[in-house]
Nanobody
């Protein structure tokens, strides 16, 4: 079993920054890709960013390209999401997720991930 716990969300003004963190326990995730998704109220969950097992490759949704940076620390079993220049439309619950397949990369569908955290709320005020 894998447990993922997100933290770092909060209320921030437009133009501000947040760093989200996801800590994993239960097993090592170093052979799996990790991703961040988000879900705004009344909308479907959407892909934000993913990172390969070794951190060498990253991929971003167009909506956050240039404003988000995903990183990971396999020694600490954590994945981070740095969000800059936040906009009100970034308001959502942010979830981290583990890829279903080891070595997978650039999978953007919810079905490609099998373990999810409980989410952390990010609210951006205008």
């Amino acid at each position: 079993q894998v447990q993922l716990v997100e933290s770092g969300g909060g209320l921030v003004q437009a133009g501000g920054s947040l760093r989200l963190s996801c800590a994993a326990s239960g097993r090592s995730l170093e052979t799996y890709s990790l991703a961040w998704f988000r879900q705004a109220t009344g909308k479907e969950r959407e892909f934000v960013a993913c990172i390969s097992w070794d951190g060498a490759r990253t991929s971003y949704a167009d909506a956050v390209m240039g404003r988000a940076t995903i990183s990971r620390d396999n020694a600490k079993n954590t994945v981070l999401l740095q969000m800059n220049s936040l906009k009100p439309e970034d308001t959502a619950v942010y979830y981290c997720a583990k890829s279903r397949t080891a070595g997978a990369m650039d999978y953007r569908a919810i079905e490609d991930y099998d373990y999810w955290g409980q989410g952390t709320q990010v609210t951006v005020s205008s």
